[in-house]
Antibody, heavy 121, light 108 residues
Framework: EVQLLESGGGLAQPGGSLRLSCAAS????????MNWVRQAPGKGLEWVSG????????YYADSVKGRFTISRDNSKNTLFMQMNSLRAEDAAVYYC??????????????WGQGTLVTVSS | DIVLTQSPGTLSLSPGERATLSCRAS???????LAWYQQKPGQAPRLLIY???TRATGIPDRFSGGGSGTDFTLTISRLEPEDFAVYYC?????????FGQGTKVEIK
């Protein structure tokens, strides 16, 4: 059974940092691209970032480029998102999502339960 | 970026009725790289349909998808109580993958 478990969310000040993690199990982790998708309170879904199975290719939405860094540790089946220079508009539930294929833009066949990021002074 | 516009914003129907949801893209979605997700309150989205018309694993056959190019539909043939939720379309043919704003299917 595929499982994705996010952690690391919480309260950060504007300009601050957080590091999200996503522990994966139940599938060959290094084979698949992984992604972060966020949802602001009461709003829709927004793709944030993706990474190839090997970790060699990364992709970002313009809204986070230069501030967020996606990475993965295939030896530990874990996905990360380093979030720097946080803004109020980054506040959201962040979901870890497994890509169904291995393409840069992908469909997401499994999702974690999400971790809430709050940005406030 | 490809903009996806879903309509209607809210669909008020009774259990047993047929639901038809629309998703229109600002430009052609190549190779039908269009997916549909269902989201219930407090839960993560769940993949329903990909490739415009292929049901994901475990999805009941009352859910069907269709369309190509710029116009896509999700049809729920007979609404069950558990189908009342928000539905999102997503294009994954080009980066960045984008989502529609969602259609809420509520109990009339």
């Amino acid at each position: 059974e595929v499982q994705l478990l996010e952690s690391g969310g919480g309260l950060a000040q504007p300009g601050g940092s957080l590091r999200l993690s996503c522990a994966a199990s139940g599938f060959p982790f290094s084979t698949y691209g992984m992604n972060w998708v966020r949802q602001a309170p009461g709003k829709g879904l927004e793709w944030v970032s993706g990474i190839s199975g090997s970790g060699g290719r990364t992709y970002y939405a313009d809204s986070v480029k230069g501030r967020f860094t996606i990475s993965r540790d295939n030896s530990k089946n874990t996905l990360f998102m380093q979030m720097n220079s946080l803004r109020a508009e980054d506040a959201a539930v962040y979901y870890c999502a497994k890509g169904k294929y291995t393409s840069p833009s992908d469909v997401f066949d499994y999702w974690g339960q999400g971790t809430l990021v709050t940005v406030s002074s | 970026d490809i903009v996806l516009t879903q309509s209607p914003g809210t669909l008020s129907l009774s259990p047993g009725e047929r639901a038809t949801l629309s998703c229109r893209a600002s430009q052609s979605v190549g190779n039908s790289y269009l997916a549909w997700y269902q989201q219930k309150p407090g839960q993560a989205p769940r993949l329903l349909i990909y490739g415009a018309s292929t049901r994901a694993t475990g999805i009941p056959d009352r859910f069907s998808g269709g369309g190509s190019g710029t116009d896509f539909t999700l049809t729920i043939s007979r609404l069950e109580p558990e189908d009342f939720a928000v539905y999102y379309c997503q294009q994954f043919g080009s980066l960045p993958g984008t989502f529609g704003q969602g259609t809420k299917v509520e109990i009339k």
